[in-house]
């Protein structure tokens, strides 16, 4: 990719993540992270997420772009929040989701990719890779703490608080484990200086 | 990387590929695949697989490598098959999970990779990307149908038939979808060759 392009689609990015900072849109545990990549030549962030619990109603499965959220949380959460949720449900089914963190990465070369790559998955987002190619290169840094399941239809939940309970569980564990990457990250994201 | 180091990549797996069709470990669904992409120069395919619906008992979320398999199918289900395999549950979470089907793609240079994900993607494998690089450049071809959740613990499932029934029917769902993601992209393979 030629220098021009990249300052160009660079200079794009560094604008919208402006914008989102300022809008609050941003959750703080990343931040820094973002920080650190985008002040280093060669690199810069675009869609960056620090993980989280979701309830989702779509249409069908595969059809998630038709999606309504019904909750969103970067945090633990309460049984009852999740429950709270479901009453907006309405048609279609309804997903529970927990996704790990996630952070794409514009990178100027090939070359470039690798030490980022190291970092990342030596410090937990084993999941890590190169995403798209043609003209951009992105790497997705992100790692296997996931939850993705089905919980009802067309507004009616088919779990038992003992079995949403355990969902609970299993996502609180997950978003642990995910902010304990993020600042594994964080603390590591120094070596790519060198 | 080394032309003879790629040769000698390309026939170790061919020697493992081997082995494994002769003794029926490789789902019938993607064998065309892998002979058409092993017949490419500057390709060659290392662990792949067809989807799946499995039931995994682990230790605990995270701690996959020490799951034990309760139940595995490349094909859709019956209600009775799963509930038959939670018998065998004893201690540890229970999980229920959807693969899509996965293909890793030994490939010899940067510029080979564009023209194999780019028919990946554009046949129903969005989720595909370069996933290690290093020494060896490796292709993932993946897609986005997944279930991935917890049924509950130290042998007992703690979900009612009619949620399980659910689960069947959205993992039955995304089986068929991969199956023709599978035949397309066998279909439209031959493109690599131009």
Same mark, same amino acid.
């Given at each position: 990719?030629?220098?021009?392009?990249? &300052?160009?689609? #660079? @200079?794009?990015?560094?604008?919208?993540?402006?914008?989102?900072?300022?809008?609050?849109?941003?959750?703080?545990?990343?931040?820094?992270?973002? /920080?650190?990549? @985008?002040?280093?030549? !060669?690199?810069?962030?675009?869609?960056?997420?620090?993980?989280?619990?979701?309830?989702? +109603?779509?249409?069908?499965? !595969?059809?998630? #772009? +038709?999606?309504? $959220?019904?909750?969103?949380?970067?945090?633990?959460?309460?049984?009852? /929040?999740?429950?709270?949720?479901?009453?907006?449900? %309405?048609?279609?089914?309804?997903?529970?989701?927990?996704?790990?963190?996630?952070?794409?990465? !514009?990178?100027?070369?090939?070359?470039?990719?690798?030490? =980022?790559?190291?970092?990342?998955?030596? *410090?937990?987002? /084993?999941?890590? !890779?190169? /995403?798209?190619?043609?003209?951009?290169?992105?790497?997705?840094?992100?790692? $296997? +703490?996931?939850? *993705?399941?089905?919980?009802?239809?067309?507004? #009616?939940?088919?779990?038992?608080?003992?079995?949403?309970?355990?969902?609970?569980?299993?996502? *609180?564990? &997950?978003? +642990?484990?995910?902010?304990?990457?993020?600042? %594994? =990250?964080?603390? *590591?994201?120094?070596?790519?200086?060198?």
């Amino acid at each position: 990719m030629s220098d021009d392009k990249f &300052a160009r689609d #660079k @200079n794009k990015a560094m604008a919208s993540l402006t914008q989102a900072l300022d809008s609050g849109d941003v959750d703080g545990k990343i931040i820094p992270i973002l /920080k650190i990549i @985008n002040s280093l030549p !060669g690199y810069y962030t675009t869609s960056s997420c620090a993980g989280r619990i979701m309830v989702l +109603e779509i249409p069908s499965a !595969g059809e998630k #772009k +038709e999606a309504r $959220t019904l909750g969103k949380w970067h945090h633990k959460i309460h049984l009852q /929040k999740l429950k709270d949720c479901f009453h907006q449900a %309405r048609r279609g089914e309804i997903w529970f989701l927990v996704q790990s963190p996630i952070f794409h990465v !514009g990178v100027e070369s090939m070359e470039k990719t690798s030490p =980022l790559l190291r970092i990342a998955i030596v *410090n937990g987002f /084993k999941n890590s !890779g190169i /995403k798209t190619q043609g003209k951009k290169i992105i790497i997705e840094i992100t790692s $296997t +703490e996931r939850v *993705n399941t089905p919980l009802g239809m067309d507004g #009616k939940v088919m779990c038992s608080d003992e079995y949403l309970k355990l969902l609970v569980q299993v996502a *609180n564990h &997950a978003i +642990e484990r995910s902010d304990k990457k993020i600042d %594994r =990250l964080n603390t *590591n994201l120094f070596q790519l200086h060198i």
